[in-house]
């Protein structure tokens, strides 16, 4: 839930009625303190709450994007966590505003003989060896609880008295934002699609155009009493703010009651805090772990957002089964050494192959790991980088979540180099712009490249494809396009099997059922509502999308079988 601050700085809204401040399950109390919390200027805020016996683990973040607004996550608790009792979460909150036993004892109303017990007992219970090592732990873990046993007093740069100082003084109260109700009189669906722009525009035109095919199949299907489906499109840089602010922005206006996009939520933070604070179901091809996590760790804020692929991950065992089927890796006694290899990858971004497990694994794979070069979205000298790489003699190099253009110019400087280089991809070459680039300069290395979502050669595959092509003049890329295809029809199942527009109706169907599409079976059954893989993820193939491995050649591209 989201609360506004007034056009005057530091002051927020107050509500009608101080008794009933306009949101169940907000009191009063807690109100106060997220006007003390916009007001003390702080980006963040974690604490316990405890309020008529009832325990809650409390977030607050300032949302600039979303207009300055304050963001409000509670989760309910059963009683104090940790294991701890109600005064030992007392003893520890007030051991880490840095008060003595004494001042503790007579906060409590209770003997610092009592207080002394109780602080060794808790150095026992928690592992810890000293009160630094409470007021650390109890900060990490976020065991300071609101309001403050006692009070607050003048202890300054400790940020939760700070928030409790400023709400004290608080004259107004916050107020949740106006919630947004769909237009009235609306019957139809109304979709909108994320498309990537800027340096990643190649990739934003397959999910737009995806999704319109999508849209287009559905409204072509429909009888007299069907549920149509609007299309609302914008393309978005997910590197440039106002990019980003413009396109969310559009979405919010044109009150749309569902959002697909690709990755434009790992690449922009703004996105993925859009998609929470939305409210409405949000679909997406981020395929970064921290995503799944951010869901699985907070589902009150969260609970709309699907990731209608398998993470990244699965990209690394997937490597890692294709070289140990590798002719290099299966030579026998008779090789004189084991095969080599280097990778090239994208620097940040969450999406990086190697890691500190990753050499161990390249050697019980039978290979040696001989060097990384992590670069940057674009690659200012592709030949220098190229003539580095090959200088360290490896028997494959991977290119790992480059962008087409600078992928494609190391691929075909490493050809120019080497013209018997093998190569291995992943994920770029699921872009059609990366063959029409390399197809010149492919030479006689295999090029090899894998995709956690994928369009299969099966019949469903086969038909998507064709009728891209038959609507767009052009074949489809191998991920995005047929990814954002079965977005927009798992939404519309979704919104026409529960006959509602009702966000929570949606996405309770969305966890609890299964949807075959293009790349696969969607099931979110897991907490972190993202799809599995197969092999990699889960041996069942049926409630799957299989993690796909490609080769690329002058007559196109073939999945290959590295299991």
């Known amino acids: 839930m989201t609360l506004t601050p007034t056009d005057r700085p530091g002051q927020l809204h107050q509500p009608d009625s101080p008794e009933q401040p306009g949101r169940p399950g907000l009191s009063a109390a807690l109100l106060r303190r997220v006007a003390g919390f916009h007001a003390c200027g702080l980006p963040s805020a974690q604490f316990l709450w405890c309020e008529d016996g009832r325990w809650a683990w409390v977030r607050m ?79 990490d873990r976020d065991l300071i609880r609101l309001p403050i046993p006692g009070g607050v007093e003048h202890r300054p740069g400790i940020r939760m008295l700070d928030l409790e100082r400023h709400a004290a003084t608080a004259r107004t109260l916050a107020t949740p934002a106006p919630r947004r109700f769909r237009s009235a009189g609306r019957d139809t669906l109304r979709i909108g699609t994320i498309a990537v722009a800027g340096a990643f525009a190649p990739d934003g035109r397959e999910t737009a155009q995806g999704a319109a095919l999508a849209v287009r199949d559905i409204n072509a299907l429909l009888h007299d009493d069907g549920r149509s489906v609007e299309h609302v499109v914008v393309h978005v840089d997910p590197l440039d703010e106002e ?147 090959l200088a360290d003699g490896p028997d494959l190099v991977v290119v790992s979540h480059l962008g087409v253009e600078a992928a494609a110019a190391l691929q075909n400087a490493i050809v120019a180099h080497s013209p018997r ?39 469903l595959g086969r038909r998507f494809s064709e009728a891209y092509a038959r609507t767009f003049g052009t074949r489809p890329g191998r991920s995005q396009a ?70 690329l050649s002058r007559h196109g591209q073939e999945v290959i079988n590295v299991a």
């Open 243 to 389: 990019s980003v602010r413009a396109g969310l922005a559009a979405l919010t206006a044109a009150d749309v009651d569902a959002v697909t996009s690709s990755y434009a939520s790992a690449l922009s933070p703004a996105v993925f805090d859009f998609a929470a604070d939305l409210g409405r179901t949000f679909l997406h091809t981020n395929t970064w772990t921290r995503s799944v996590d951010a869901v699985r760790e907070d589902p009150h804020r969260y609970g709309h957002v699907f990731q209608t692929c398998p993470s990244e991950t699965a990209y690394r065992s997937a490597l890692l089964a294709y070289l140990r089927c590798h002719p290099a890796a299966t030579g026998g006694e008779g090789q004189r050494r084991r095969p080599r290899l280097a990778v090239i990858e994208l620097d940040g971004y969450g999406c990086a192959v190697t890691d500190g497990t990753f050499a161990a694994r390249v050697h019980d794979s039978g290979w040696t790991a001989v060097s990384t070069h992590r670069v940057g979205l674009t690659v200012d000298d592709a030949d220098a980088l190229a003539a580095e790489v």
């Open 61 to 139: 973040e300032l949302r600039p994007v979303a207009g300055a607004v304050v963001s409000v996550s509670v989760r309910p608790l059963d009683g104090p966590p940790a294991g701890l009792t109600a005064r030992e979460i007392d003893i520890i909150s007030l051991v880490a505003l840095g008060l003595a036993n004494r001042e503790i004892s007579s906060r409590l109303g209770t003997s610092v003989r009592t207080v002394t017990t109780q602080v060794e007992r808790l150095l026992r219970k928690l592992g810890q060896d000293s009160r630094a090592g409470l007021s650390a732990l109890a900060v």
């Open 421 to 459: 280089q093998p190569t291995y991809h992943i994920y770029t070459p699921s872009v059609p712009g990366f063959a029409r680039r390399t197809a010149r300069g492919a030479g006689e290395g295999e090029v090899i490249w894998s995709t956690v979502t994928g369009r299969p050669d099966d019949p």
């Open 482 to 551: 047929s990814a954002a295809y079965d977005q927009v029809r798992m939404l519309h199942t979704a919104f026409s099997v529960t006959g509602s527009f009702r966000p929570e109706a949606v996405d309770a169907y969305l966890r609890d059922g299964a949807y075959r599409g293009v790349n696969g079976t969607y099931l979110f059954a897991e907490p972190g509502q993202s799809s599995s893989g197969y092999p990699y993820d889960t041996a069942d193939r049926s409630l799957s999308q299989p993690t796909l491995t490609y080769r």
